[in-house]
């Protein structure tokens, strides 16, 4: 079964430091993954995606097949930062019934002066 | 703004009563979806639907029930059958149901209270 560890329950960087958010994934087919992102007050929305290989609002995550991780990362944290990420699996799709997501259970980061 | 309206933000039921909670989308896509959110267990599928009057069970879909009546809309009725009903609820969406992973927009939720 599909399944998506995030370690960290929380993060706390001070700002201008280095930012990875782990995530590993467990899945048996070719995953697509995903960071979503909710900020204070705000609704979930879509940060990243690792098909895209884009950098947004300077975080960017590599898949890594071999040690089925999709970390997140940046290397200087600001303030605006601090919210609570998600990673998510994407399975499913043309052969199997649909376009379903798996979450984590969530990182929150908080970014200190 | 557009996108994603689930109604109300706060509901609050007494145990053994069956409740509604709305999701209605102006974004014109296929696949809505169902999410239950609670502490330290990130976000949870309930349910989904692909297409109208076609929807499959998630991963806990016991105790709750939906329709797909129209493209638009999504209703999601927590039943006395479900056992720990109070969390908060999230409604997404995408544009591709069968298609490859486009990406999930999400409401801004309803938080249920059964007491």
């Known amino acids: ?45 879509l940060l990243l995606r690792h098909i895209s290989r884009e950098s947004i ?12 991780s999709f970390h997140l990362k940046k290397p200087f944290a600001q303030e605006e930062d601090s919210a609570m990420y998600y990673c ?15 979450f984590g ?9 | 703004d557009g996108g994603i309206t689930q109604s ?3 509901l609050f039921r007494k145990e053994g009563q069956n409740v509604t909670l709305s999701c209605e989308q102006n974004l014109n896509h296929d696949a809505m979806y169902w999410y239950r959110q609670d502490p330290g267990q990130g976000l ?33 009725t927590v039943t006395s ?15 591709e149901a069968l298609g490859y992973n486009s990406p999930l927009h999400f409401g801004n939720g309803t938080r249920l209270t059964v007491t």
């Open chain 2, 8 to 10: 109300p933000k706060y």
């Open chain 1, 1 to 45: 079964a599909q399944r998506v560890t995030q370690p960290e329950k929380l993060l706390s960087v001070f700002k201008g430091a280095p930012v990875e958010l782990k995530c590993n994934y467990s899945y048996s087919g070719s995953p697509e993954l995903f960071w979503y992102v909710q900020y204070s007050r705000q609704r979930l929305q």
């Open chain 2, 44 to 76: 949870r599928l309930i349910y989904y639907s692909q297409i109208v009057n076609d929807f499959q069970k998630g991963d806990i879909a016991e105790g709750y029930s939906v329709s797909r009546e129209k493209k638009e809309s999504f209703p999601l």
């Open chain 1, 57 to 68: 609002k300077g975080f960017t995550a590599d898949l890594n097949k071999g040690e089925t």
């Open chain 1, 105 to 113: 259970t969530g990182t929150q980061l908080k970014v200190e002066l």
């Open chain 1, 88 to 102: 998510a699996l994407s399975w499913g799709g043309l052969t199997g019934g649909g376009n379903k997501l798996t």
């Open chain 2, 81 to 95: 059958a479900q056992k720990n009903p109070t969390a908060f609820y999230l409604c997404a969406s995408s544009m």
